[in-house]
């Protein structure tokens, strides 16, 4: 469910406000109205009740039923009055005239007032005040409230579309309101994001800023945030490319104090060797044990050099379509062939199912080899490598065991720096190599730990076609 932005959220509170508003004081409004004004349609009904008994006295003191009749048929000609009853003091009707509609309509109320005989001023002195009034009958006035019920009805449509009307517009004028705010910051997120996908904190960018001085000020801050960033980043690049100057002047310091270091004892051997065959008083088989140590030492500066290039030079690796368990099947017929005479047995534990990948198959190979022959020279005779593999969602493993004296924690760290090796012969390439051609094919290595004997190295393959333009290492 996707989320709403600020501008939406604020609106949706404002028009749900300003409904709600509207709606309760139009319904509060009508209520207080409508009751104002039933009450003053009540009491004008009471008024004409009233009004009616007053003249009534006469026409029902004299029993003239014509006067009677008269009255009630003036009254009748007011809209909401049905009927029309006057009554003797006995409760009997003397006049009952009533509209056609009287039986029809549902909304009937009904009011009376009693009719007396009005004495004079005089009567009043003799006959006392508590006499002053003697009954002569009652009226009743029969009305309807359909026509006070439907003004009302009408009163609250009007209520209630004035408070739309009114949160309508409301909501009209908050959304002009919040675009010149929204708009300016819809600005900045789009500067904020073409500066992110671009990186290029000194390209153009237009900010609008709006009408509002608060988002003019925001977009001004952030014009010169970016204009301070990148200054910071001009600096920061001069400070990166003098770091790896250094970086490179010292790489290259250690390259050259391995080359000098791994190639100085074979130059001192083959030095030694040509002191001693210059000697005249050697014999034969000095000089040949003499001749074979500077072929030896110069097979071993030829290695040294093929492994200082390798690992130096790039190389543009050559994917194809690999079945990399029997890669690994190839390799190990390979090693057998040259360890198991040394006393070194290594076991093939590939699955025997196959498992494709776009690989590079001769630096796979030649990084599979640089690990197990490190796993064969820890090993001491008699023992033996294991070599497996497996799939394991989507990766292709490859485990190399051997039971040699293991790596200790601290080492394990280092292994797959160049040059680092414990071997008085090694140049520390070899599973730097490794991890070279393993990271150019998607993949990662590492060293198992809590080994309970010797070193298992892990090569975990994808399965996926890796990126392959331009891929060198």
Not at 67 to 93: F, H, R, T, W, Y
Not at 116 to 130: A, C, I, K, N, Q
Not at 356 to 384: H, M
């Amino acid at each position: 469910m996707m989320a709403l932005s600020f501008q939406k959220r604020l609106l949706l509170a404002v028009i749900l406000l300003l409904v709600a508003t509207t709606v309760i004081l139009s319904l509060v409004s009508t209520y207080f109205a409508s009751e104002f004004l039933m009450t003053r349609f009540n009491d004008r009904m009471q008024f004409l009740a009233k009004y009616l008994a007053s003249n009534a006295e006469l026409g029902l003191l004299i029993r003239d039923d014509k006067m009677l009749g008269s009255l009630a048929s003036n009254l009748l000609k007011e809209p909401d009055v049905l009927a029309v009853q006057i009554k003797d003091v006995s409760g009997a009707n003397i006049i009952k005239q009533e509209k056609e509609r009287y039986n029809e309509d549902g909304n009937i109320e009904s009011v009376s007032a009693p009719i007396y005989l009005t004495r004079s001023e005089e009567e009043l002195v003799f006959l006392g005040r508590d006499r002053g009034s003697e009954p002569l009958g009652s009226v009743e006035l029969v009305y309807s409230t359909s026509g006070i019920n439907s003004l009302m009805k009408r009163l609250q449509l009007i209520f209630l579309g004035t408070a739309l009307v009114i949160a309508f517009l409301g909501t009209a004028i908050f959304t002009i309101f919040s675009r010149s705010l929204a708009a300016p910051l819809k600005s900045l997120a789009k500067a904020s994001r073409t500066v992110a996908t671009h990186g290029d904190i000194d390209m153009e960018l237009e900010i609008d800023g709006g009408s509002l001085p608060e988002t003019r000020e925001l977009a001004e801050a952030f014009t010169h945030m970016l204009k301070a960033l990148a200054a910071h980043q001009a600096k920061l690049e001069d400070a990166y490319h003098e770091m790896m100057e250094q970086k490179s002047l010292a790489e290259i310091g250690h390259f050259a104090f391995s080359v000098a270091h791994e190639i100085k004892n074979p130059l001192g051997i083959i030095q030694g060797a040509l002191d001693i065959l210059k000697k005249p008083e050697a014999d034969e088989k000095i000089k040949a044990t003499m001749i074979g140590y500077v072929e030896d030492e110069i097979r071993r500066l030829n290695r040294i050099i093929q492994d200082f290039l390798a690992f130096s030079r790039p190389q543009k690796l050559r994917f194809e379509d690999v079945e990399l368990n029997q890669l690994v099947r190839d390799l190990v017929n390979k090693m057998v062939l040259e360890w198991n005479e040394k006393g070194v047995h290594v076991v093939d534990e590939t699955e025997g199912r196959a498992a494709y990948a776009r690989a590079d198959s001769d630096l796979l190979t030649q990084a599979l080899l640089n690990i197990a022959k490190n796993a064969c020279e820890a090993t001491t005779p008699p023992g033996k490598v294991t070599i497996q593999t497996r799939l394991k969602d989507g990766w292709w493993q490859v485990c190399i065991m051997d039971e040699g004296p293991g790596i200790n924690g601290e080492d394990r760290k280092k292994v797959f720096e160049p040059f680092f090796t414990k071997k008085s012969t090694g140049t520390g390439l070899g599973l730097a190599f490794a991890q070279k051609i393993v990271s150019a094919h998607g993949g990662q290595i590492f060293i198992e730990a809590n080994q309970p004997k010797g070193t298992m190295v892990v090569v975990e393959i994808p399965t996926s076609m890796p990126d392959e333009e331009n891929k060198e290492v």
